[in-house]
């Protein structure tokens, strides 16, 4: 489980949080919806610890994320923004590198990575270097990176952002899979069809802050719209700021 609570981070004079609050249960996926620069991508990377909050708390499994990030961040796999994937290295080789980053060695290792090539289809790449991979194939290998610990806690950045219908529907399986096992997924998107098939409660951030969550439902009688692209125009307000 993750509980955010009053985050808020600025860098120099623009506010990029203020006072953004929400929790993600295990066993379902918990959707940040909000235009560009709404503040998503800044509130997940405090959350796995890549940036510091001015203010504010963050537990990860009762962990709290800026006392203990190391604790924390082992609790945790992550999809970020930029997959940041070395170009000479094998999809194998990543994989393994990040397995033993996490304390898992050997024959485990190995069994776990065999494990993440049959759920996302790696068999015909994963020992090849990943210069020259497509976008698909680099957000598939960014993924089995992430989870090859097995964190109980899943956070994706925008997660099919540039993938093609397959790679799409191959992550939107990967996501409902994650959920049925039980585990916490956290996702940030602005694709409407997206965060409504996936999510079973949306957070609502602009201009840097929570502006509603809930169900979908929660959302469509918050706003009085029969939509949940009208509902989030007339939450967020034009350009992103607050209704």
């Known amino acids: 489980m993750i509980q955010v609570q009053n985050l808020h981070k600025q860098f120099g004079e623009v506010v990029a949080v203020k006072d953004v609050s929400f929790s993600a249960p295990d066993g379902a996926v918990t959707g940040l919806l909000g235009p560009n620069g709404a503040g998503k991508t800044t509130s997940l990377r405090m959350v796995y610890g890549l940036l510091q909050p001015a203010s504010g708390k963050i537990e990860i499994d009762g962990v709290d994320v800026v006392a203990h990030p190391k604790q924390a961040q082992a609790r945790i796999g992550v999809l970020p923004d930029i997959s940041g994937l070395y170009p000479r290295l094998t999809a194998r080789e990543h994989i393994r590198y990040y397995g033993e980053l996490q304390g898992i060695k050997g024959a485990e290792v190995e069994a776990r990575i065999k494990h993440w090539v049959e759920i996302l289809s790696l068999e015909e790449i994963i020992n090849r270097r990943v210069a020259g991979f497509s976008h698909g194939e680099r957000t598939k290998v960014a993924l089995a990176r992430a989870l090859v610990h097995n964190p ?82 007339a939450l967020a307000g034009p350009q992103g700021e607050p209704a």
């Not at 694709?191 to 949306?202: F, K």
């Not at 706003?223 to 949940?228: C, E, F, Q, R, V």
């Open 152 to 233: 109980q806690n899943i956070l994706l950045d925008e997660p099919t952002n540039g993938l093609d219908v397959m790679s799409t529907r191959a992550v939107r399986e990967l996501i409902r899979h994650l959920r049925a096992e039980g585990r916490c997924v956290v996702f940030s998107s602005h694709v409407m069809q997206e965060v409504s098939a996936l999510c079973d409660r949306i957070v609502v951030i602009a201009h840097g802050q929570v502006v509603a969550e809930g169900t979908a439902d929660d959302l469509l009688a918050l706003a009085g719209k029969s939509s949940l692209e009208d509902a989030f125009v």
